[in-house]
């Protein structure tokens, strides 16, 4: 009952018109994917040529990360959530791991550009996921449960209905370490029990939580079998259109 998204997570690479390249191909690669969303993240200046480019495809479009801010105003650099849906996104990727490491993301900015994109009508990619000290010191579940409540802190029931969370340990990301998909599988699963103390039993079976952490081709079967895994948040295997494609593909 919960459809599947699998997400690639561009991150800052690309010029233009390799992007572009890569899109067309992509389309292409994934036209009969019908089991799954497909979403995929360039950075902001691509945003607008990509979604004129993915218009009637099955492909949604994604921004990387957003203002916490959503009036106009005076906020240098800033890209609103309102500006994002203005250029053809549906979906803004928000908390992700290298955010918050090296450029002060907090689980209260997170919360605030999570209420912004909720105010947008956009889909909000909530990413936590420990780093490999907090696991090793046996806190993966309290920093998790922490980036959970405050992140999501004070959202509507109709907010919730937007919320995608992605599971990404630190540890795992652009490292060629996976989780091993019992590892995932019982983060995913403490992360649905989280949801349910939070807003209900309802509410946390309805949500998709994505695996996200040196996800590529040959391991996304196995994850994706996991009761509580329902998709993919994917960095490096997302740039080439074949790699991603065969992750989408997965079935
Ligand atoms: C990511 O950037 O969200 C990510 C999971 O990267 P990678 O797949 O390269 O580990």
């Given at each position: 009952?919960?459809?599947?998204?699998?997400?690639?997570?561009?991150?800052m690479?690309?010029?233009?018109?390799?992007?572009?390249?890569?899109?067309?191909?992509?389309?292409?690669?994934?036209?009969?994917?019908?089991?799954?969303?497909?979403?995929?993240?360039?950075?902001?200046?691509?945003?607008?040529?990509?979604?004129?480019?993915?218009?009637?495809?099955?492909?949604q479009?994604?921004?990387?990360?957003?203002?916490?801010?959503?009036?106009?105003?005076?906020?240098?650099?800033?890209?609103?959530?309102?500006?994002?849906?203005?250029?053809?996104?549906?979906?803004?990727?928000?908390?992700?791991?290298?955010?918050?490491?090296?450029?002060?993301?907090?689980?209260?900015?997170?919360n605030?550009?999570?209420?912004?994109?909720?105010?947008?009508?956009?889909?909000?990619?909530?990413?936590?996921?420990?780093?490999?000290?907090?696991?090793?010191?046996?806190?993966?579940?309290?920093?998790?449960?922490?980036?959970?409540?405050?992140?999501?802190?004070?959202?509507?029931?109709?907010?919730?209905?937007?919320?995608?969370?992605?599971?990404?340990p630190?540890?795992?990301?652009?490292?060629?370490?996976?989780?091993?998909?019992?590892?995932?599988q019982?983060?995913?699963?403490?992360?649905?029990?989280?949801?349910?103390?939070?807003?209900?039993?309802?509410?946390?079976?309805?949500?998709?939580?994505?695996?996200?952490?040196?996800?590529?081709?040959?391991?996304?079967?196995?994850?994706?079998?996991q009761?509580?895994?329902?998709g993919?948040?994917?960095?490096?295997?997302?740039?080439?259109?074949e790699?991603?494609?065969?992750?989408?593909?997965?079935?």
């Open positions: 009952m919960r459809k599947p998204v699998i997400a690639g997570n561009w991150k690479y690309k010029l233009l018109a390799e992007a572009a390249e890569t899109v067309l191909k992509l389309k292409s690669l994934v036209t009969n994917a019908g089991h799954c969303e497909i979403v995929i993240a360039p950075v902001f200046t691509q945003l607008k040529t990509i979604a004129d480019r993915l218009e009637g495809s099955n492909i479009l994604s921004a990387q990360d957003c203002a916490s801010e959503s009036e106009f105003g005076p906020h240098t650099g800033e890209v609103s959530t309102s500006m994002l849906r203005d250029a053809g996104c549906s979906h803004v990727i928000i908390g992700h791991s290298e955010r918050r490491q090296f450029y002060g993301d907090t689980d209260q900015s997170v605030k550009k999570v209420k912004a994109a909720a105010a947008a009508g956009l889909f909000a990619i909530v990413c936590v996921g420990e780093s490999l000290a907090e696991r090793d010191a046996g806190a993966e579940e309290n920093i998790v449960k922490g980036q959970l409540l405050n992140g999501l802190e004070g959202l509507t029931l109709a907010d919730t209905e937007r919320i995608i969370i992605a599971y990404e630190v540890w795992a990301i652009g490292t060629g370490k996976t989780a091993t998909p019992e590892q995932a019982e983060m995913h699963a403490f992360i649905r029990r989280t949801i349910s103390e939070i807003h209900g039993e309802s509410v946390a079976n309805a949500m998709r939580i994505l695996y996200g952490g040196s996800v590529k081709p040959d391991n996304v079967g196995l994850l994706m079998e009761a509580d895994i329902d993919a948040l994917v960095g490096g295997a997302s740039l080439e259109a790699s991603f494609a065969k992750i989408v593909n997965y079935k």
